[in-house]
Nanobody, 123 residues
């Protein structure tokens, strides 16, 4: 099982980025998925999660209304659209696959993790 996150980069405050995460087809369509992030000197934190069919989503309070998680099971790809970015959104963003079909914000319920993609928001 492999997860490959990409789409990070440098953007100014107020800008947008879309992260993508390509997953092994065999496991993707049956699993809840999530995005987490880790800023320098801080612990990893939950960002967003989506159920196996995309019908249920949940966001961290800090990103709600600005970020949108989605998935395309036909392409085995997870997305995170990030709008109105702030300097505090700067972090390495990780996609992860849960061992469950439903969405979950609990990191210990994810058993596959991508390598991370850097997002830097300049002020």
């Amino acid at each position: 099982v492999q997860l490959q996150a990409y789409g990070g980069g440098l953007v100014q405050t107020g800008g947008s980025l879309r992260l993508s995460c390509a997953a092994s087809r065999r496991m993707f369509s049956n699993n809840g998925m999530g995005w987490f992030r880790q800023a320098p000197g801080k612990e990893r934190e939950f960002v967003a999660t989506i159920s196996w069919n995309g019908g249920d989503t949940f966001y961290a309070e800090s990103v709600r209304g600005r970020f949108t998680i989605s998935r395309d099971n036909s392409k085995s790809t997870l997305y995170l659209q990030m709008n109105s970015l702030k300097p505090e959104d700067t972090a390495v963003y990780y996609c992860a696959a849960s061992r469950y079909a439903y969405r979950t914000s609990q990191a210990d319920r994810y058993n596959y993790w991508g390598q991370g993609t850097q997002v830097t928001v300049s002020s």
